[in-house]
């Protein structure tokens, strides 16, 4: 009896594809061939069409003539190609059933989801983990978010963002790897492989989604959704690299950018998207558009209406619309018209397609709706103790005079201050959508692991409790009430340890600030306390670099915790006691003063860098220094680690080897990572005073000694000169090795 294929749609559509044999996995571009002769102008533009989860899939069907029931109309027409906030197996399937079973052709949908530094279990914030300078514990820990994401039915995360920011009033800085190019671009592969794999079709795995592309991080006054103007040295040799290194790394999508860049807005940039990205990098996903950023070319000036704005990106190369309604509204016409070739279109969905090909989603478009809730359950002990790890791991200590830290655990006294010290909602970050709120440990319930005799004194209330994630953090300023009960409770204490710094709703997208010194009442607080008591360690949690001079001038210990996640508090306390030596080192400089922003280490010489006659007529303030509070790449140990024995080997083909001895010249045991930094002393093109080119990180027991090889090839040794080429030129390089920027070991050599 022949099969009514009209009555399921998808398996209409499984025909088509296995008519064609076997091959049709190993070979999707056929299948993509034979899927877009029997698609429609306007299903080929719904696959271009991203929409917001719009309502509760297992109720009835949104009715009458509103946004909603459009939506729901578009999604049985086929005319959506994908979704995002949409997550939990129940929803996923019921709308996947909708697109699957109800259109004419049954294609999948692709679910989209910002998993940015985990799913219900949260890691370190991206900037924290960053200061880990581990890129396999990275790796696995978006590997770790990759398998509780698919599991709640989604299959693309739009992460990692790998944005270079020089700029720490800008509040997204936290998503990302800091300010070097060389080290965002180590990073964003290891995150990329951890999402993905290496096999999308593994239901354990979910496309990595590179962003924002490109410039975002330079906004302007470092104000969210900014204007970006920078010239294209800057573009090619600091924005771009970790972008080309995640096309390399076999990124899925890539999503555009809100800003201008020269003048055009992101979204419509053809130089980036369609020269650069696929013609020159060879890029083979798609590109997304970030929220709304088509219909945002209309209030920037650049087009003049909707549908203008839909012609501009699709010739520009951005392939989906997400949350603009421009090109589900407007592309048919615009083709129909003359104004858009179809070609580009056809372009568009064969890479949409491509990627939902790859994720084995018209194998079984279902394949994320299937962990059973007991492997989830299975899966937690595991989790948090991964997530610890990586928690520890991203802990930078930042100063340590009067060796306070370690902790003796057998330290009596102890007073703890702070509200945020008593918070389970802060340390899990900004980006914490599929989290559950209230879930982290304290760093009171991780000292409790310790001691249960210490005391705690909130201060003064500095946070609202009721910030989330739409709305900005209300910050105490007037109300000193608890601040005379702190002070008087440090008079009697040993030691205190003052937890204060950022809630976690203060940094993250459109967190802005000005003002990056404690928020509140938080430094009065900390300054009453150390006139009562010498003995204080500062616990920073924070998503971005703060100005805190005073505070490096007077507090004697300070650690940086950032935002930490689910396993905080425990992490915090391992630390503080000793049980793991911290060995982060910061991703971005700590600038004395806002007014010196944007700071970073990686600057150029001007020409007039000093002038030792102490004349006013060289590049300075007048009222601040020159140099970072801390800088990049600073972070000490509960050891300390020697370098030594610098050499340097030129072979042929432009490679040069680099050897340095490192050696454990303390009494514990203690991980390093060891920096190597280049400098090109004359170029057809102003180099930076130094560049990170390698970094290892290593451990090392008291008194041993290891030798680290570095090996520099053309990738190393160029840069892209004024023509946009990648050039190695001749010359003189000045080498430094050490455990920062500010510090090491020197020499040159010469590349003949």
């Not at 560049?691 to 680290?708: C, N, S, T, V, Y």
């Amino acid at each position: 009896m022949r099969q009514d294929t009209s009555l399921n749609p998808f398996c209409a559509l499984i025909l088509v594809i296995t008519a064609m044999g076997s091959q049709a996995q190993k070979q999707p571009e056929e299948a993509i061939d034979a899927l877009l002769a029997k698609m429609t102008l306007e299903e080929k533009v719904g696959q271009m069409n991203q929409y917001n989860g719009f309502y509760d899939v297992t109720g009835p069907a949104p009715v009458g003539a509103s946004g909603p029931a459009l939506k729901y109309e578009h999604l049985k027409n086929g005319w959506v190609g994908s979704m995002l906030n949409v997550h939990g197996i129940n929803e996923v399937r019921a709308f996947q059933k909708i697109a699957v079973e109800e259109s004419r052709l049954g294609i999948p949908l692709l679910f989209g989801f910002d998993v940015i530094h985990g799913y219900r279990t949260q890691s370190p914030i991206p900037m924290a983990e960053a200061a880990s300078w581990d890129l396999g514990a990275m790796e696995a820990s978006a590997q770790l978010a990759a398998r509780e994401a698919a599991a709640a039915g989604l299959n693309w995360t739009f992460a990692p963002m790998v944005d270079i920011s020089r700029d720490a009033r800008w509040g997204r800085v936290m998503e990302g790897a800091g300010e070097d190019p060389y080290l965002g671009a180590q990073i964003a592969k290891a995150r990329i492989r951890g999402f993905q794999g290496d096999d999308l079709s593994n239901p354990h795995t979910i496309a990595a989604c590179a962003k924002h592309f490109a410039g975002y991080g330079f906004a302007e006054a470092g104000k969210d959704y900014n204007t970006v103007d920078v010239g294209t040295n800057t573009l090619y040799n600091m924005i771009l690299p970790p972008f080309h290194a995640s096309v390399e790394a076999d990124v899925a999508t890539v999503m555009n950018a809100f800003n201008i860049l020269n003048g055009v807005p992101a979204t419509g940039n053809g130089l980036l998207q369609r020269n650069i990205l696929k013609n020159k990098w060879n890029f083979e996903g798609f590109v997304i558009s970030d929220w709304g950023s088509i219909g945002e070319m209309v209030p920037h000036g650049f087009a003049k209406d909707l549908k203008n704005a839909a012609l501009s990106a699709v010739t520009a190369g951005a392939d989906m619309d997400m949350e603009s309604y421009a090109y589900v509204t407007h592309l048919a016409e615009l083709v129909k018209e003359g104004a858009v070739d179809e070609a580009l279109i056809d372009e568009a969905v064969r890479r949409i397609l491509r990627i939902k090909f790859s994720l084995g989603l018209f194998e079984d478009p279902y394949r994320y709706c299937q962990t059973p809730p007991e492997t989830l359950k299975q899966w937690e002990e595991t989790h948090m103790a991964q997530v610890l790890d990586m928690a520890k791991r991203s802990i930078v200590l930042l100063k340590n005079d009067g060796q306070l830290l370690p902790i003796s655990k057998d330290q009596e006294g102890i007073l703890v201050i702070g509200d945020l010290a008593d918070d389970k909602n802060s340390p899990l970050g900004s980006w914490r959508l599929g989290s559950v709120d209230h879930s982290a440990v304290s760093v009171l319930e991780g000292i409790s692991a310790y001691r249960d005799d210490f005391n705690y004194v909130q201060g003064p209330k500095v946070f609202d409790d009721q910030a989330d994630f739409l709305h900005h953090v209300s910050v105490n300023t007037t109300n000193t009430k608890g601040m005379e009960e702190a002070v008087e409770a440090a008079k009697n204490a040993e030691l205190v340890i003052m937890v204060l710094g950022e809630h976690g709703f203060m940094s993250g997208e459109g967190r802005s600030r000005t003002d990056l010194g404690l928020p509140g009442l938080q430094q009065d607080l900390l300054k009453a306390v150390l006139a009562a008591n010498k003995n204080v360690v500062l616990v920073l949690m924070n998503g971005r670099p703060l100005t805190l001079p005073w505070e490096k001038e007077h507090v004697p210990a300070i650690l940086e915790t950032w935002h930490l996640g689910s396993q905080s508090g425990h992490a915090i306390a391992q630390v503080l006691f000793g049980d793991y030596n911290p060995s982060g080192k910061l991703p971005m400089t700590f600038p004395r003063s806002v007014g010196q922003l944007p700071l970073y280490y990686n600057h150029y010489a001007t020409g007039r860098p000093f002038d030792e006659n102490d004349n006013v007529f060289w590049s300075h303030y007048t009222d601040e220094k020159n140099e970072p509070l801390f800088p990049f790449g600073h972070g000490l140990s509960y050891t300390t680690f020697g370098y030594n024995d610098l050499q340097i080997k030129t072979l042929p083909d432009s490679i040069v080897e680099i050897g340095v001895t490192v050696e454990n010249t303390g009494n514990l045991s203690g991980e390093e990572v060891v920096q190597l930094y280049l400098h090109d002393v004359v170029a057809s093109v102003v180099r930076p005073i130094k560049e990170l080119k390698g970094f290892k990180k290593i451990k090392l027991e008291p008194g041993a000694r290891q030798k680290i090889t570095f090996t520099l090839t053309e990738k190393e040794l160029g840069f892209y000169n004024n023509a946009y080429e990648w050039v190695v030129e001749p010359g003189l390089f000045q080498v430094m090795v050490g455990g920062s920027s500010a510090a090491g070991l020197r020499a040159g050599f010469e590349l003949k």
